[in-house]
């Protein structure tokens, strides 16, 4: 047995009760599609001190499923833990490859360009980053290997958009300039952007707490 798997066992085997099921259920769920986080982007969008925040953390993500969950699982087809090792079953749906992990990459691509701009607003989103990251390992979907370079191209994505937007498009009209650097983004990643946007089958949840999290980002931003 290799590290990688020697871990997510021992997780399994030492970790799991019928309480931390239900928080890491919620934690995975909360960021299916990546809608918390899109939530966060849309809401941050209206307040002008905060408007350049959200634009870079939904180009971020856009820039993230394209390479992620369109080139990198598609490369390396690695299978889901459950598929590998049947003795363990998962607490949710995970359809498709394993490597690198979306719900990891999407998750610190958006906290990462969050603490770019603020860092007592970034340091919230790293701590949901990182509590949704080991939800996927504790809910028996992803390999600790599938986490971890999901979490590293997430960042990856976040720091290259936020220093593009800072090289070719000056704070003083970030709106106007930003969509246009959206716009020349979405060449490579408009296929993708509808899966981001669907309907969150799980309910309403998710939505209070995009909203209650963005409440929170704009206030730490606020003078």
Not at 42 to 59: C, E
Not at 101 to 117: C, D, E, M, Q
Not at 201 to 207: K, Q, S
Request: aromatic fraction near 10%; hydrophobic fraction near 50%; charged fraction near 15%.
């Amino acid at each position: 047995m290799g590290l990688d798997t020697g871990i997510l066992i021992w997780i399994q085997d030492n970790m799991r009760s019928a309480a931390g099921d239900a928080v890491m259920e919620f934690f995975s769920h909360s960021a299916d599609l990546s809608l918390i986080w899109v939530l966060i982007g849309v809401v941050l969008l209206p307040d002008k001190r905060t408007r350049r925040m959200g634009l870079v953390v939904l180009a971020s993500m856009a820039l993230c499923y394209v390479l992620n969950d369109l080139v990198l699982k598609e490369i390396f087809e690695r299978p889901r833990p459950f598929v590998a090792i049947e003795e363990y079953f998962p607490l949710v749906d995970a359809p498709g490859y394993s490597f690198p992990s979306g719900h990891a990459s999407s998750s610190f691509a958006a906290a990462t360009a969050i603490l770019l701009h603020n860092r007592k607003a970034g340091a919230l989103a790293m701590i949901y980053a990182l509590m949704v990251a080991f939800s996927r390992l504790y809910n028996f979907v992803h390999y600790p290997s599938d986490v971890i370079a999901g979490a590293l191209l997430g960042i990856a994505c976040a720091v290259s958009v936020f220093l593009i937007a800072e090289k070719m498009y000056p704070a003083g009209n970030e709106f106007q300039s930003f969509l246009a650097f959206l716009s020349s983004l979405s060449h490579s990643s408009k296929s993708s952007a509808s899966p981001l946007l669907a309907a969150d089958h799980e309910g309403t949840p998710p939505v209070r707490t995009a909203t209650c999290m963005a409440s929170m980002i704009s206030s730490l931003v606020a003078p």
